[in-house]
Structure formats: structure tokens, C-alpha cells
């Protein structure tokens, strides 16, 4: 940030006053206590990020979903012990009995499913998948909220600065109206329609004022919502350290290989690509299943030599027909897997544009910067001749002057913040995030 002149730095501390009056004065006090400190910092303000944010829930949702579907498809070999009760009647066509007889037993059995030579497997390798890319964007969706933050935060600083322009336009207007009332009435030197104009400039001036001064109270909100603390807002902010952002413009090709690299969202379509093949391939793959029965009965009558009260048996079971199905099956994750495929080539698509468009925009922001520089210290220098030189008119010539060192200032302050954002938006796609397999 560009050092403030020492005659000017007058000037800020006295609207910095106003503009931490003005803003006590419009809290309602609330009953529970401040969720924010009395003077918020960019890193304080990211560190109240609320992981209860309804994004962020919905996204540790879809977690916990495909965790029950990777769970659903793991239970398909696993050991079952279940029992079974029959009530029956037969006719066992016994010579001296020829009415039918009670025939109910009762079966404990115990299915263990040894191996289906790899079609689970695959499945699970498909689910696996999906809940990494699930995973990942639980990651992608902080970030982005961490980006939300920072915007939030550099919004309601730059209204600030707004404010500051628009009270020295409104002061300003107010001082040529004054001029023009104070000639007709002491001087007779001034035309009521002349006057009636300065009033309306200055009414308009003041219009303005009112809506600007909504605009730093609506930005404070905004920025409550983003960290989910709608009861109250912050008041006074603490100016961002620019240094981390003074970096040369990257060369676009080196970072869009970075960017289709480390990207979330390329990984995540990757991961989603890789998944839907796993459940192709287990679609069409159809193999026996292999296991272990063990069964007890209990029969209420029984005959010798024809009832088996205890059974162990090896199983091998293989679909026969089941074409339809499967055909079916198979049909849906080849659908699947096209229109992964086209999202991913999607992405990348998007992807491109936007670090040019990025990178662009580092190039004309460091053009404004320049300009927003060089107009602040010619603002500054006006200002300090205007001091010095007696002028018949000196109020307002002031304020004039006031007026344009501000509105330099505000230029220069929103030329930073766009820079920041642009490099936070830079660093989003080009930092690999870990995705994390411990999310409660």
C-alpha cells in the first residue's frame, strides 16, 4: 500500500473518527454477547469460519453418503447368521397314517461368502473413489468459503472508503450552496434560481451519502452471513497486509499446467471419471460366488435315518440368465461414465478460460495501480498548494481538494483488493488440497 503524506494522514484520522462514531451510533446493542472483537483483522475473521455454514454441511453430507454405500456394498460378503421358522403340513403317505401331519422345524443357518473372484472388489474401488471426490470438494467448499471471507471482508473496508468520498462530495456541495445563500441574503449578490440549483446538488449529494452509508452497514452484514453469525456485525476492520500480494504477473501457460494439475475441481472429475470406469468394469463383470453354509434344524417330528440336524456344506453359485439385467447394468454406467466424462472435459474447458481471464486481469489491475498511484500523490500535492495559497473562496477550494485526495485514495484501495482477490482466486487452482478422510 502506498505510505499516506503526513497531510493527509490528518485527514483519514479525522473521517476514521467519524466513520467509528457513525457506525456506534447505528448498533443496536444485543443482548448476547459480541460474537465479534471490537477490531476484526482479516486472519480473525477467517479463523470464525463456522463449519456449520449450509454449504459446507451439504457437502459433509454427501460424505456421509457415499460411506453407507461403500458400507451397502461391503455387506454383500459379509458373513450372515439369520434363522428361519416354517410351519408345515405333509403327507408323509405312512401306511397306518393317511391324514396329514405336523411337519414345522425350525433352520439356524450361517452363510459366510468367500470370495466373488474380484466383482466386490471393483465395486468398492468405484465407491472408494467417489467418496474421495466427495471428500476433496468438502475441501473445495471451504476454500471457496475461505474466498467468501476474504471478499466479504475487503467489501466492507472499501465501503468505508466509499463513505469517505461520498460525505467529502456531500460536505462539498453543502459549502457552494452556503456560498450562494450567504451572497443573496447579506450581498443581494446571487440569483434565487442559482441558489435553488447549489441546493438541489447538495440534496442530491446527500442522497447519495444516505445510500452509501446503507451500503457499509448491508456489507457488514454480508460478511456476518458468510461466517454464519447473522445476530450481529463487525464494526471497525483492520486494513489487510498487501505484501504477501506484491508478485510478478505469472507467465499463463505455466500456471494453467499448474492450474489443470492441482485444480479441485480437475481432480474431483478425475476421481469421478475413475470411479464410473471401476463401476463399468464391475458391471460387466459376472462371476460365481463362493462360500460356506453351515445349518442346524430342529424338526417337530422326526424320522430315522431321514432328517439332517446338522449340516455343513461349500457352495458355488453362478448366474445362469440374467441378461436383461445386467445388460441393463451395464448400459446405465456406460451413461454414467460418458457424462463424467464430459463434465471433466468440461471443467478443463472452464478452467482455461478463467486463469486467462485471471491473469488478464493482474495485467490491467497493475495498469490501474500505476495510475491509481500516481493521481493519489498529484491529489496529495494539489492539496498541500491549496493550503498554502490564499483563496477568496478557501472553504471550499478545500474541500474540493479533500474531495479528490479521497476519491484517489478509494481508487488505489479497490485497484489492492481487486489484486487480492484475483491472487486468492490464482491460488485456489494452483494449491493441490488434501482430501480428508476424518470428517465428522
Not at 209 to 237: H, I, K
Amino acid at each position: 500500500m502506498i505510505p499516506v503524506r503526513p497531510g493527509h494522514q490528518l485527514l483519514v484520522a479525522g473521517l476514521a473518527v467519524l466513520l467509528a462514531l457513525s457506525m456506534d451510533s447505528g448498533q443496536v446493542a444485543a443482548a448476547a454477547p459480541q460474537p465479534f472483537p471490537d477490531v476484526l483483522t482479516l486472519e480473525q475473521a477467517l479463523d470464525m469460519l463456522d463449519q456449520n455454514y449450509p454449504d459446507v454441511l451439504t457437502a459433509q453430507a454427501s460424505i456421509n453418503k457415499a460411506r453407507a454405500e461403500l458400507l451397502s456394498v461391503q455387506a454383500t460378503q459379509a458373513t450372515r447368521v439369520y434363522a428361519e421358522a416354517e410351519l408345515r403340513q405333509s403327507d408323509r403317505h405312512i401306511p397306518s397314517r393317511t391324514d396329514f401331519i405336523d411337519d414345522s422345524r425350525i433352520r439356524l443357518v450361517v452363510n459366510a461368502p468367500l470370495s466373488d473372484f474380484g466383482m466386490t472388489q471393483a465395486r468398492s474401488a468405484g465407491v472408494n473413489l467417489s467418496l474421495d471426490a466427495k471428500q476433496l470438494n468438502y475441501q473445495r467448499v471451504r476454500d471457496e468459503n475461505r474466498l467468501r471471507v476474504v471478499s466479504a471482508f475487503l467489501d466492507v473496508i472499501l465501503s468505508d472508503y466509499a463513505y469517505i468520498v461520498a460525505d467529502e462530495d456531500m460536505t462539498l456541495a453543502f459549502l457552494r450552496y452556503d456560498r450562494e445563500l450567504e451572497k443573496m441574503e447579506r450581498f443581494e449578490d446571487a440569483n434565487p434560481v442559482d441558489v435553488a440549483q447549489q441546493e438541489v446538488l447538495y440534496l442530491d449529494k446527500f442522497a447519495i451519502r444516505s445510500e452509501v452509508d446503507s451500503q457499509r452497514r448491508r456489507t457488514r452484514l454480508r460478511l456476518a452471513l458468510v461466517l454464519n453469525r447473522p445476530e450481529a456485525y463487525p464494526d471497525q476492520m483492520v486494513e489487510p497486509d498487501l505484501s504477501a500480494y506484491d508478485r510478478p504477473i505469472p507467465d499463463y501457460d505455466e500456471i494453467l499446467a499448474k492450474a489443470l494439475s492441482n485444480a479441485p475441481e480437475m481432480e474431483i472429475a478425475r476421481l469421478n471419471v475413475a470411479a464410473s470406469q471401476k463401476r463399468l468394469q464391475a458391471a460387466k463383470m459376472q462371476r460365481p460366488t463362493l462360500g460356506l453354509k453351515f445349518e442346524a434344524v430342529g424338526y417337530s417330528e422326526s424320522y430315522p435315518g431321514s432328517r439332517d440336524d446338522l449340516r455343513a456344506s461349500a457352495f458355488l453359485s453362478f448366474p445362469i440368465y440374467s441378461r436383461a439385467s445386467r445388460n441393463a447394468e451395464i448400459a446405465e454406467a456406460m451413461a454414467e461414465l460418458d457424462q463424467r466424462q464430459a463434465e471433466f472435459n468440461s471443467v478443463e474447458y472452464k478452467l482455461r478460460i478463467q486463469v486467462l481471464e485471471l491473469v488478464q486481469k493482474l495485467t490491467s489491475n497493475e495498469a490501474e495501480m500505476n495510475a491509481a498511484n500516481r493521481e493519489l500523490e498529484y491529489r496529495e500535492h494539489e492539496l498541500d498548494r491549496i493550503r498554502l495559497e490564499y483563496e477568496l473562496d478557501y472553504r471550499a477550494s478545500i474541500g474540493e481538494g479533500n474531495l479528490n485526495v479521497a476519491k484517489a485514495l478509494y481508487r488505489l484501495m479497490k485497484a489492492n483488493y481487486e489484486r487480492i482477490l484475483v491472487w486468492e482466486q490464482l491460488d485456489s487452482l494452483t494449491t493441490m488440497l488434501l482430501a480428508e478422510s476424518n470428517n465428522h
